[in-house]
Nanobody
């Protein structure tokens, strides 16, 4: 499975960005897709996750982004999106796309930088 992340950039506080994670390869083995982020000097943390193995669109969010970020999927395009609204300077980080397989194999995409200016 290959993951290609895109959509990062520089935005002012209160602005919005949409990240995309396009999956290719053995996508039928994927159970869930999520976005993690890592700020300088901090550990990588889960931002949002969506199950792709069922039609219920089960999602999880970090408390810090609930109500501001929305994760969604496009099964035709094999793409997962992260819509980020009301961005804050503390959202500044490198955002990584992650996929977990049924066999508990982790796949990571490239990082995309998100910078929120105050």
């Amino acid at each position: 499975v290959q993951l290609q992340a895109s959509g990062g950039g520089l935005v002012q506080a209160g602005g919005s960005l949409r990240l995309s994670c396009a999956a290719s390869g053995s996508t039928h083995t994927i159970n869930n897709v999520g976005w993690y982020r890592q700020a300088p000097g901090r550990q990588r943390e889960l931002v949002a996750m969506i199950r792709v193995s069922n039609p219920d669109y089960d999602t999880d969010y970090a408390d810090s982004v609930k109500g501001r970020f929305t994760i969604s999927r496009d099964d035709v395009e094999n793409t997962v999106y992260l819509q980020m609204n009301s961005l804050k300077p503390e959202d500044t980080a490198i955002y990584y796309c992650h996929a977990g397989s049924w066999a508990n194999i982790d796949y990571w995409g490239n990082g995309t930088q998100v910078t929120v200016s105050s």
